[in-house]
């Protein structure tokens, strides 16, 4: 028997054994005196005889059974059913004639008791874990009347558990990290296992937990479970992975219990335990030197065995750019330190440079005691290139003064080339930038000129771009900015601000201020200007107005006396003579006008002279606006009148020969019905083809030179369709009783060819005695039986 079995018969024994022990004591027939808790009350006597006769015992009540409670071993599968325990009653002495009967859960289906004897037996494989225990109530009555001789008592049956089940891990498998270089001890996850045997009874759920797979790195607490570090100096970058095995095993780890395993993937996490290291100590790069600022000129890079945030580092020049012609910038994609230019580099002034270049880790440790940095050399190389000219100055600021002759030199702009071989440079002006041609360029020399005469006033400042060109190579261009201010000189004389207009009042004092008057010069002199004004020479003794100089470039305007009346003159125009202080001097004559206005009291203008000539019976100006309105009125409404007029009595039918539209006419007379047959001819509805090709027409008077014929054919002989049409068409064009609009024409022709003439003898020609209607045989049996009709009503006519 393998060694597995033995364990198990072993333990199972041991469980029998146990119940039996427990058991025996319970169903024992000797009563226990005392226990009143768990006794029954029986209805029989002890009688005991004593030494004198007729002496009379004490009689007690007896206990029926007593009993604690049963047990039962799970998951016993013998071939017989297995006895659980034995019921037993006082009242069951001699051929007494009772049973026992047996009730609660289970009863019938998985105990079965011995109605005679009282033996309760299990009678299926019982399983602790789907159910622990079992309440019964057992009875005793008589065997034929089934009445009860003892009331029913409850007990119960627990199911004994075995080690039948194993530790699980149910939340397995497991996930856990730790950084590395941890020190040995330090927790990495905790596991747990469960086992569904009895924890209380026993050891078959008592687990200990041993480590299978993971040593010497890793290790576990038999009792808590916890897994810890058990290796000194794990390194990340050596192995970051590890699988760890645990097992728990029940009965406290002893031989014969149950166990379950679980996995554990242990991770190490990277801290910055590695220094950034460059590929290389020597980095050497070649650059043109017309290499644009900013753009690259070389890489460089240190690689960090660390990864995420720990393996990011920064680049600086520590060494070897004191002039700050270079910068080293980090690409966050790639780690790599990009070098660019950050000043332009000449080839004939420095042919080389040797920097010094450290990368230094963002992050750190705090017991690493400062980030890792790494150096390199970097050796860059200028290479030289065909550089376009160089301008002595970027801009060029110039100046000229207005109205210069042509021709004028303004300034010179000068250029050289850079390169070792010097070449020769031409000028030219960007003549997009002076689109009105007004400046000239040597090409050799640089000399500016004036092409065209300049006016301040219209234009302060010129900008203009002037090209260097290399005479070997036209390709190498550069460009400056010229700048060219004109220059003010005195050559616009003042003159007022804007175009005055005083006003007067009749009843205004002596002295009075009429108007302020100031003026303004385009010119721009560097002291500023000063105006000086006076009247024109042949009103200096002016008897009505007079000026005042108010020190600022401005004077007031004087009356001289107060009798100005509107009916006397209504407007003044005084001249005065504004002049400047520029060299030379420049003046310009400006005419005030003053009017003479009605004013009240308070100085205030009401009313100048046009309603003093205008409105001489006193009307003011709204009432003559009210006039006027009605006016305007009157005569709309009177045009409105005439034009309805005009539009009632014009015909429903369009003259206008232009108009080609379709024309609707609308009538509002109403027919009388199907009774009305004057109002149309219904038979025109009814013969499509009209009378002979011709439709009549009710809307005008028929003339009886156009109507058609009786006995007319529908066609000329020979003559086709289209030809037809053509002639009815002419006809149609040509009928002055045609109305002027398009009207429908209805003709009935059967085309060329047709042997049958019209079958109706209406509006024929000749009379019935001149028919002959021989031709009607010829044309089948029908035709030939109306033929002989005809020509019997002939010859009856005849007879």
């Known amino acids: 028997?393998?060694?597995?079995?033995?364990?198990?018969?072993?333990?199972?024994?041991?469980?029998?054994?146990?119940?039996?022990?427990?058991?025996?004591?319970?169903?024992?027939?000797?009563?226990?005196?005392?226990?009143?808790?768990?006794?029954?009350?029986?209805?029989?006597a002890a009688v005991a005889s004593g030494p004198g006769e007729g002496q009379r015992l004490l009689s007690r009540a007896k206990r029926g059974w007593v009993w604690n409670q049963m047990f039962v071993l799970e998951e016993f599968s013998g071939p017989d059913p297995i006895l659980v325990g034995r019921l037993h009653t006082d009242l069951d002495v001699g051929g007494k004639n009772i049973k026992y009967v047996l009730a609660g859960e289970?009863?019938?289906?998985?105990?079965?008791?011995?109605?005679?004897?009282?033996?309760?037996?299990?009678?299926?494989r019982l399983d602790r874990e789907e159910k622990a225990e079992y309440t019964l109530t057992a009875q005793v009555v008589n065997a034929d009347t089934d009445e009860p001789l003892e009331p029913p008592s409850e007990f119960i049956i627990k199911v004994q558990d075995i080690n039948d089940n194993p530790p699980q891990f149910n939340e397995g498998p497991?996930?856990?990290?730790?950084?590395?270089?941890?020190?040995?001890?330090?927790?990495?996850?905790?596991?747990?296992?469960?086992?569904?045997?009895?924890?209380v009874y026993g050891n078959s759920a008592k687990l200990v937990y041993s480590i299978l797979e993971g040593q010497p790195y890793f290790s576990v607490d038999p009792n808590s479970a916890t897994i810890k570090i058990a290796l000194h100096g794990m390194d990340r970058e050596m192995r970051e992975e590890y699988l760890v095995v645990i097992q728990a095993k029940d009965m406290g780890g002893h031989m014969g219990g149950l166990s379950g395993t679980t996995t554990v993937t242990v991770t190490l996490t990277d801290i910055n335990d590695n220094p950034p290291k460059f590929s290389k100590s020597l980095y050497e790069f070649v650059i043109p030197e017309d290499l644009p600022i900013g753009k690259m000129g070389g890489k460089v890079k240190a690689n960090d065995r660390d990864i995420g945030e720990n393996a990011k580092s920064t680049y600086n020049i520590i060494e070897g750019d004191d002039q700050g012609m270079f910068e080293i910038v980090t690409d966050m994609q790639t780690q790599e330190g990009i070098l660019r230019l950050k000043k332009p580099v000449d080839y004939e002034s420095k042919r080389a440079f040797t920097l010094k270049v450290e990368a230094t880790n963002i992050r750190s440790e705090p017991s690493s005691g400062g980030p890792f940095k790494d150096t390199a050399t970097v050796k860059i190389v200028i290479e030289d290139s065909d550089e376009p000219p160089v301008f002595v100055k970027p801009v060029y600021l110039l100046e000229v003064n207005e109205n210069a002759p042509i021709n004028t030199v303004i300034g010179t702009v000068n250029a050289r080339d850079p390169d070792s071989t010097g070449s020769l440079v031409r000028y030219f002006i960007d003549r997009h930038t002076d689109l009105e041609r007004q400046f000239?360029?040597?090409?050799?020399?640089?000399?500016?000129?004036?092409?065209?005469?300049?006016?301040?006033?219209?234009?302060?400042?010129?900008?203009?771009?002037?090209?260097?060109?290399?005479?070997?190579?036209?390709?190498?261009?550069?460009?400056?900015?010229?700048?060219?201010?004109?220059?003010?000189?005195?050559?616009?004389?003042?003159?007022?601000?804007?175009?005055?207009?005083?006003?007067?009042?009749?009843?205004?004092?002596?002295?009075?201020?009429i108007q302020t008057v100031s003026a303004v010069d385009k010119d721009d002199p560097i002291q500023g200007h000063y105006f000086d004004y006076r009247l024109v020479p042949e009103m200096l003794n002016n008897p009505n107005f007079t000026i005042k100089n108010n020190q600022d470039n401005s004077i007031s305007v004087l009356a001289k006396h107060d009798t100005f009346r509107r009916q006397k003159q209504e407007m003044y125009f005084l001249p005065i003579i504004v002049t400047d202080n520029g060299n030379p001097p420049m003046s310009s004559t400006n005419t005030l006008t003053i009017r003479v206005c009605g004013c009240s009291k308070d100085g205030i203008v009401q009313s100048c002279n046009v309603e003093a000539y205008v409105l001489p019976i006193g009307l003011?100006?709204?009432?003559?606006?009210?006039?006027?309105?009605?006016?305007?009125?009157?005569?709309?409404?009177?045009?409105?009148?005439?034009?309805?007029?005009?539009?009632?009595?014009?015909?429903?039918?369009?003259?206008?020969?232009?108009?080609?539209?379709?024309?609707?006419?609308?009538?509002?007379?109403?027919?009388?019905?199907?009774?009305?047959?004057?109002?149309?001819?219904?038979?025109?509805?009814?013969?499509?083809?009209?009378?002979?090709?011709?439709?009549?027409?009710?809307?005008?008077?028929?003339?009886?030179?156009?109507?058609?014929?009786?006995?007319?054919?529908?066609?000329?002989?020979?003559?086709?369709?289209?030809?037809?049409?053509?002639?009815?068409?002419?006809?149609?064009?040509?009928?002055p009783t045609a109305p002027p609009y398009d009207s429908i024409q209805i003709y009935g022709y059967e085309g060329r060819g047709s042997i049958a003439g019209s079958l109706s003898s209406l509006e024929t020609a000749s009379s019935d005695s001149d028919q002959n209607y021989d031709y009607l045989r010829e044309w089948g049996p029908r035709f030939r039986r109306l033929g002989e009709l005809y020509s019997v009503g002939e010859s009856d006519r005849e007879t």
Not at 21 to 31: D, E, K, M, N, R
Not at 709 to 734: C, K, M, T, W, Y
């Open 174 to 199: 497991y996930r856990a990290s730790v950084p590395e270089m941890s020190a040995v001890g330090t927790p990495v996850t905790r596991v747990t296992a469960t086992d569904a045997d009895d924890p």
């Open 440 to 513: 000239n360029i040597n090409v050799d020399d640089g000399k500016i000129t004036l092409a065209k005469p300049l006016d301040r006033e219209t234009d302060m400042w010129h900008n203009i771009t002037v090209t260097a060109t290399e005479v070997r190579n036209h390709s190498q261009i550069s460009r400056a900015i010229v700048a060219i201010r004109v220059m003010d000189i005195n050559d616009n004389a003042p003159e007022f601000a804007t175009e005055y207009e005083a006003f007067l009042c009749e009843n205004g004092k002596p002295g009075q201020v």
């Open 620 to 735: 003011s100006m709204g009432a003559l606006i009210a006039i006027l309105a009605c006016i305007i009125l009157l005569l709309v409404i009177v045009v409105l009148f005439v034009t309805l007029r005009r539009h009632k009595n014009e015909p429903l039918i369009i003259k206008d020969d232009e108009d080609v539209r379709e024309n609707i006419i609308r009538y509002d007379d109403e027919g009388g019905g199907e009774e009305d047959t004057e109002a149309f001819d219904i038979a025109t509805l009814q013969n499509p083809d009209g009378i002979n090709g011709y439709l009549p027409r009710k809307d005008i008077k028929p003339d009886l030179q156009f109507m058609p014929r009786a006995g007319q054919h529908s066609g000329p002989n020979g003559v086709d369709v289209d030809e037809f049409i053509n002639v009815r068409l002419h006809e149609a064009d040509n009928d």
């Open 1 to 44: 028997m393998p060694k597995r079995s033995e364990e198990m018969l072993m333990d199972l024994w041991m469980s029998l054994l146990l119940v039996w022990i427990t058991c025996v004591p319970c169903v024992s027939a000797t009563p226990i005196i005392g226990q009143s808790k768990s006794t029954q009350t029986g209805g029989s």
């Open 106 to 124: 289970g009863a019938g289906t998985i105990f079965a008791i011995n109605e005679l004897t009282g033996d309760i037996h299990a009678m299926k």
